[in-house]
């Protein structure tokens, strides 16, 4: 019944590997199919606006906290509550000393590793129902106000691109390498 059955095991493997090579072969050399057109470079620009840890490629710009507080209070506070404090979401502002303990709560203030990171962050997913639509000030505005709201600037800094990376966030040296992956990316993501 089986017309497999009389195939000898070393015929087997040996069709399989022929079947397998033009698939090795196509993707060491990245396979075209015909469809689409390379992008532009405005467009990877448009894309390309992770920042990393260390600041890189930040644009200039400055923001106050007061403008981040008018900005917050009407983008994000319906979300995150007026004070940040607020559960329903995401809580944004305390939890201190909070992470080793039974119940950590995980906040800018006492979870996040990088100023860099959480600017970036802002940029690319903030405000949630229209993102990347920030002008580079309002970025830096709105993060000035996450900031102040967690102790780490004052309430009259000017945040700027010089500023920000010089930022030192409270659980900077509280992650560590991912033993899951290639020790490079830390536990809850490598750029928070
Ligand atoms: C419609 C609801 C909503 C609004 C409005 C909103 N957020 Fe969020 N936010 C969320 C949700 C849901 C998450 C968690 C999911 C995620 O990471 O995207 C989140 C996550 C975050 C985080 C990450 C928290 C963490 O520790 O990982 C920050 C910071 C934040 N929001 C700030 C803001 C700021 C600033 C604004 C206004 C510019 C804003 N959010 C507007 C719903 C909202």
Redesign the pocket.
């Known amino acids: 019944m089986c017309t497999y059955s009389r195939v000898s095991p070393l015929a087997a493997v040996a069709v399989l590997t022929l079947m397998a090579l033009p698939v090795l072969v196509a993707s060491a050399q990245l396979p075209t199919y015909g469809v689409g057109r390379a992008p532009a470079a405005e467009e990877i620009a448009a894309w390309d606006l992770t920042i990393p840890p260390d600041g890189e490629g930040l644009p200039a710009g400055s923001g106050t906290v007061a403008m981040g507080k008018a900005?917050?209070l009407e983008?994000?506070a319906?979300?995150?509550g007026d004070d940040g404090l607020d559960k329903k979401?995401?809580r944004?502002v305390g939890g201190r000393g909070t992470l080793a303990t039974a119940k950590p709560v995980?906040?800018?203030g006492s979870?996040?590793q990088y100023a860099t990171t959480?600017w970036s962050?802002?940029r690319r997913?903030?405000?949630?129902?229209e993102p990347g639509s920030?002008s580079t000030d309002q970025v830096y505005a709105?993060t000035a106000?996450?900031l102040y709201m967690n102790d780490i600037i004052g309430k009259n800094d000017v945040l700027d691109e010089k500023m920000l990376v010089r930022i030192r966030m409270l659980n900077r040296d509280g992650y560590v390498p991912d033993p899951r992956s290639d020790g490079n990316s830390s536990w809850a993501g490598a750029y928070?």
């Open positions: 900005l917050y983008r994000c319906s979300c995150h979401y995401y944004l995980p906040t800018v979870f996040w959480l962050y802002m997913s903030k405000p949630i129902d920030f709105v106000y996450l928070r």
